[in-house]
RNA sequence: GGUCAGAUAGCUCAGUUGGUAGAGCAGAGGACUGAAAAUCCUCGUGUCGGGGGUUCGACUCCCUCUCUGACCA
């Protein structure tokens, strides 16, 4: 069996285009690797390929309505569902995205607790943190699980709650995240990250922005909210969502949203790097170097293709 | 042309009685096991507009020039 060739790199770094043209050249399929193009009904803030615009079969795109609290864990449920069919068939598959999580997930051997994170412990750890504060709060961690909480910063509740949660399922943070800096691999896969100059990455983010504005993202984001687009939605959080609802409700003038979505949107980038970077299996291709047909050429040539 | 106020980090500005500067934002780097487009951590040397002077020592005081803004002609 082939091995899953995967394409990763920050946002609007042309991740897309390219794994569409190795799909069609392996005759096999894109899975996407990206948190927020999983929701319906978000297609032009995350830069969903339009429909007709990738010639090879894009999966896990689409999975779920935005109102659904979709996770990693569902995803690499999902992912490996897909990967093993298109496997079994025979089908080449190309992994493509941008969320480093959800890669791990689908291709390395990360192996989440049972239960759910739908559950009534983390509203009430939210509140609780609310109530007694961040610093208290890591201070129950320590008494519970000291060894989690000598990992987490007091100040990343998100990292603490979730710490305390796998507490009450018996689990110990640090103890699952052991090993996470040596990945044991799921699949066989090889990585390509993609990369350009900083200033020309973020000149490029800034005219994606501009060109979904134009793309009518405005009209797009009020459409989600006409169907009920709760403040506690994890999809509310995708970059270009919940800027242009502070516009609609009035918080943020339009181009103060507008140049809010372009910061976040190289914050994450900058972001994204960092994840990628950290991972030496990651052979990275410069775009500053060679054009994107060169990079499907290198990418064939090394997997034999 | 005159008067006044400014000119300090990429931007907005602090800088106490002269002892060669520091905040916010931007930016950079990093972390990351069920919210991950989330969350969190770390990082501040710059001809203090140019030139001259006073002084042991000037971002700070004096003179001068340049530029910007306001007002008066």
Redesign the pocket.
């Known amino acids: 069996m082939k091995r899953i060739v995967t394409i990763v790199g920050p946002?609007a770094v042309g991740k897309t285009a390219l794994a569409d043209a190795l799909a069609v050249r392996l005759g096999g399929a894109v899975v996407s690797a990206?948190?927020?193009?999983v929701y319906r009904g978000m297609d032009i803030?995350?830069?969903?390929a339009a429909p007709g615009e990738c010639r090879a079969p894009l999966l896990l795109v689409d999975v779920v309505d935005p109102d659904v609290?979709?996770?990693?864990?569902?995803y690499q449920r999902d992912a490996r569902c897909a990967i093993d069919q298109l496997r079994a068939q025979g089908t080449p598959v190309v992994v493509c995205g941008?969320?480093?999580?959800?890669i791990?997930a689908a291709l390395d051997d990360?192996?989440?607790?049972?239960?759910?994170?739908?559950t009534d412990a983390?509203r009430a750890y939210?509140d609780l943190a609310r109530r007694i504060g961040a610093d208290a709060l890591h201070g129950l961690l320590r008494e519970r699980d000291p060894e989690s909480a000598a990992?987490i910063?007091p100040?990343?509740?998100?990292?603490v709650?979730?710490a305390l949660?796998?507490c009450d399922e018996g689990v110990s943070?640090a103890r699952?995240?052991?090993?996470?800096?040596t990945p044991r691999p799921y699949y066989d896969a090889s990585y390509y990250g993609l990369t350009m100059d900083?200033e020309r990455l973020?000149a490029r983010i800034d005219a994606r922005v501009d060109a979904m504005m134009e793309q009518g993202l405005l009209a797009e984001v009020e459409e989600l909210v006409v169907h009920g687009f709760g403040a506690d939605l994890?999809a509310r959080?995708?970059?270009?969502y919940k800027e242009l609802i502070d516009y609609l409700e009035g918080r943020l003038g339009l181009d103060e949203a507008v140049d809010l979505i372009k910061?976040?949107?190289?914050?994450?980038a900058?972001?994204?790097?960092?994840?990628f970077?950290?991972d030496a299996r990651v052979h990275w291709i410069d775009l500053d170097a060679v054009s994107a047909d060169a990079a499907l050429e290198l990418i064939c040539e090394s997997e034999g293709c």
Request: proline share 1%.
């Open positions: 946002t990206d948190a927020m193009q803030g995350t830069a969903k609290a979709y996770s990693a864990a569902l941008g969320t480093g999580l959800y791990r990360m192996r989440f607790p049972a239960g759910s994170q739908e983390r939210d990992v910063h100040h990343n509740v998100k990292r709650v979730r949660e796998m943070y699952q995240k052991e090993g996470f800096s900083r973020y994890t959080q995708a970059i270009g910061m976040r949107s190289r914050r994450y900058k972001r994204q790097l960092s994840w970077r950290r």
